[in-house]
């Protein structure tokens, strides 16, 4: 296998295992991370389509180094899989390092309940 289509697949394994064992935020359960994701991988086929176009390429990519797969518009598929994890990773940390919600204030958060 590849070098960068291992990277890819062990960098989405340690943000899983990381996110399962350790950090347990919650995350992937968060229909608001998958609209999230969507609208982020979205934006990434636009800018990593016209980066990665064979046409007229921005930034090259060794073959060796890849699957070769190649979808849509010339994006290698392990930019994806590192997209998913960098940007995973950084919303579950983001996630555990807010602080924990005091009960008391929930009436401060949601100004319909406040009266």
Known sequence: MPEYTILTVLAIALVLLLELRVLRTGLL??????IAMT?????????????????????????AMTTG?????????????FG????????MLWRRARPAADPRDADAEDPEAAG
Request: glycine share 8%; aromatic share 16%; no cysteine.
């Open 29 to 34: 359960r968060s229909g608001a991370y998958w």
């Open 84 to 91: 998913f994890a960098m940007v995973t990773l950084t919303m």
């Open 69 to 81: 797969i190649r979808a849509p518009w010339d994006i290698p598929i392990e930019d994806f899989g």
């Open 39 to 63: 609208i982020v991988m979205g934006f990434q086929i636009l800018v990593d389509g016209w980066l990665t176009k064979l046409s007229d390429p921005i930034v090259l990519y060794d073959d």
